[in-house]
């Protein structure tokens, strides 16, 4: 059975990048979107055994790709919507902890920013035009 639910977790990624970068990208914006909104997660999983694993979102993840161009209009569509936002810029590839990662961000201006994936959370209808005009990746 199938749930629809009101709200879409999304992420987009450039459509350039290599399969590594891909799944990279995927796992930091999640994990931006977990530590914004702990609510998504659903209740922890168990075995028949008992043996106790950690809880997942409860909603399906979209991942979709788009050229960069794509990327930084829904970048902009999602800002004028006034939806927080997870963001990847190519600089991050290049750093190795998370303080590095923030002084990259805050050293480009937000227009500028060399984004490889953005990753967001919000009504359905609302993540539907943001991410228009990428296509499912696959």
């Given amino acids: 059975m199938s749930t629809r639910f009101d709200t879409k977790i999304a992420v987009l990624l450039r459509d350039d990048l290599l399969t590594w ?6 796992a930091f914006l999640i994990s931006g ?10 209740e922890r999983y168990a ?3 008992g043996t106790d694993y950690l809880p997942m979102f409860g909603q399906p993840v979209m991942v979709f790709a ?12 999602a800002l004028s919507r006034g939806v927080t936002l ?20 805050a050293a480009v201006r937000r227009d500028d920013l060399n984004l490889v994936g953005i990753g967001l959370h919000a009504p359905r209808n609302a993540v539907d035009k943001i991410v228009k005009g990428a296509s499912l990746h696959g």
């Fill in 86 to 105: 997870a963001i990847f810029t190519e600089e991050l590839f290049k750093t190795g902890h998370d303080a590095a990662n923030r002084e990259a961000v």
């Fill in 33 to 42: 979107l977990a530590g914004a909104a702990p609510h998504l997660l659903g």
């Fill in 66 to 77: 788009g050229d960069a161009a794509l990327l930084k209009t829904a970048h902009e569509r």
């Fill in 21 to 26: 970068q891909r799944l990279n990208v995927t």
């Fill in 47 to 49: 075995d028949r055994d």
